[in-house]
Nanobody, 121 residues
């Protein structure tokens, strides 16, 4: 079964860093691409990054390039999103999700409940 459980969010000041984690299963990693997306209240969902079998992440969101890094550890069945130099506009609920392939145009199949990130001074 697909398993996606996010953690690591919190309230931080601008310029701070957070590392989000997504606990998955072998089934999830073996058969799906993994993505991160976020959604802020009143705003549309934003796809952040995704990673397929190549393990090379693709970043969809221009505003996070150079600040966010996606990685995965298949042995631990974990996917991570390292977020540096956080800005107030990064505030939102962050989810990891599965896709049939890593692409900004491919729908998300399943996602976890998310973890809340608030960036505020």
């Amino acid at each position: 079964q697909v398993q996606l459980v996010e953690s690591g969010g919190g309230l931080v000041q601008p310029g701070s860093s957070l590392r989000l984690s997504c606990a998955t299963s072998s089934f999830t990693l073996d058969y799906h691409s993994i993505a991160w997306f976020r959604q802020a209240p009143g705003k549309e969902r934003e796809g952040i990054a995704c990673m397929g079998s190549s393990r090379t992440p693709t970043y969809h969101l221009e505003s996070v390039k150079g600040r966010f890094t996606m990685s995965r550890d298949n042995r631990k069945k974990m996917v991570y999103l390292q977020m540096n130099n956080l800005k107030p506009e990064d505030t939102g609920r962050y989810h990891c999700a599965t896709q049939n392939m890593c692409s900004a145009s491919v729908p998300f199949l399943a996602w976890g409940e998310g973890t809340e990130v608030t960036v505020s001074s």
